[in-house]
């Protein structure tokens, strides 16, 4: 599903990522962890296309993540942006203007299980609704890889479950890969069966969780041992 | 994509389309009020036979003087044209990328089923085919409106004394014509690259006042003047009471000069020279202190130093070559400005 080799990005002030090795194979729901300036907007703008890499070769869904390819990922970017002057149905018809999948009966019907008022512009939003709009957006254009950058760090404790049931509803209901971010484990260690461990621009460990934590080690312990290797 | 552009720029579409009403609203009423002075200071006769030119030329210019309107609209309108780019680059140009970089909403807009090349490249042509057409519209009304009194600076009699400057100077030429539209094309430009490169909406739009307003400046003077070699005229500097010269005095220098006869062109210098073609600054004759001689000895004293007035003009007819080059240059350089933000764009922008 995702292939990374030696993916390196470098910005006017330096590297931001160096050397990434790294995959997440089909059907998984794959964390991305590690500190805040490790790199992982870096590296998820990378698999969507926002960026390309430096260095290194980064194949996304059987090849580099650009043109067509583009339409089978839904992605939901830091602080879920959206266009504040839009109202929540404006952003639906803008998702259906935009994408040739799109599922538009499936994005009505849950915006009204939200409970989201079709006429307010998101401006006007709460952090977790903007959060589960920015959500259904990705969803409804069916993607098979849905990738998400923090997409809890702003919420509050029951917005910030009630958007990760969601995603593991949305996941069990469409089969799709998932690669999420987040700087706090705990986030992950819900629903995640992958990890990748980034700290500093390198990836510290990645693979299946079962085999990372094989001894039945913790997933907090473990990922802080990784970081504090890493300094 | 072409709703979703309509969606953010409607509010500048609604408000170019205000302006463009508000002007029709001004110059199409009052549209044959120019015509009328033109016909009425006989200005036709001059335009048909040649004859009678200077008086006519007098009675327009006395006509203008009593009517302001006129005269502050033909104004207006060239001011009008003249800051058109300026305002398109910051409030069209700047928000269609800077908007979305700025709020950070480009990673939802860019990540959708449709590339950001393809994006960009509509915007660019909605957006810039409005321009084009608002541009277009504003100096088609204008130059209609400002036709008489643009005939009459270009008619011979009125030896550089009109009351209004003609269309081939600096200030009128970017006003009149095709120029403004590629001045309107190329302020586009300037607005879509400095919000790319500077990703700050408010930043990006003084960048464009300072851009344009020092471009506008620069061209006429260090690139228009050059487009082709101007034609050089000397006439000898010959005073006599019942034609018109000035003579003015600073201390020890003594500037002197008569009419340059060149209806319609665009006069880009004069210089006085002496018998021998050295640039002449003075000294100004002893009779020609006020306590000293009369005016008519000051002038036969002038007469007799033999000066040479040598003007160089492009002559009226260069007027639609230039304005057309002007045009082409202009609307090549804002596409090659667009074509660079393109390849820009899809390099990918760091968060």
Redesign the interface.
Known sequence: MIEARDVGRR?RGGWALRGCTWEVPAGRMAGLVGPNGAGK??LL?LT?????PTEGELRVLGGPP???R??R???V???A????S?TVA?HL???S??????DRAWARRRIDELGLDPHRRAARLSGGQRAQL?LT?ALA?RPDLLVL?EPVAALDPLARREFLDSLAQARADSGATVLMSSHLVSDLARDCDHLIVLGRGRVRAAGPLTDLLAGGRDLEAYVLEQLEEAR | MIWLTWRQYRAQAWTALAALAAACAVYLPSGHRPADLYAAAGLPACADTATGCAQAQAAFAASLRADSTVTALFHLGTALLLILPALLGMFAGVPLVARELESGSFRLTWTQGVTRTRWLTVRLALVGASTLLLSGLLSLLVTRWAAPLDRAAALPGGDGESALPGRFGPPVFAAHGLAPVGWALFGLAVGVAAGLLLRRQVAAMAVVLAVLAAVQIAVPLLVRAHVAAPVRADRAVALAPDRPGVIRIEGRRLYVSVPVSAPGAWVVSVRTLTADGRPFTGPAPDVCRPDVGSLAQCREAIDALHLTQRAEYQPADRYWPFQWAETAALALLSAAVAAACTVRLRRGVPA
Request: no cysteine.
């Open positions: 910005y907007s870096t703008q969507v296309g926002l960026l390309r650009a043109g067509p583009l339409a990922i839904g992605f970017g830091q602080d942006p959206v266009h504040r839009l404006e018809r803008l998702g203007r935009l994408n040739r999948t799109w920015a957006l254009k950058d």
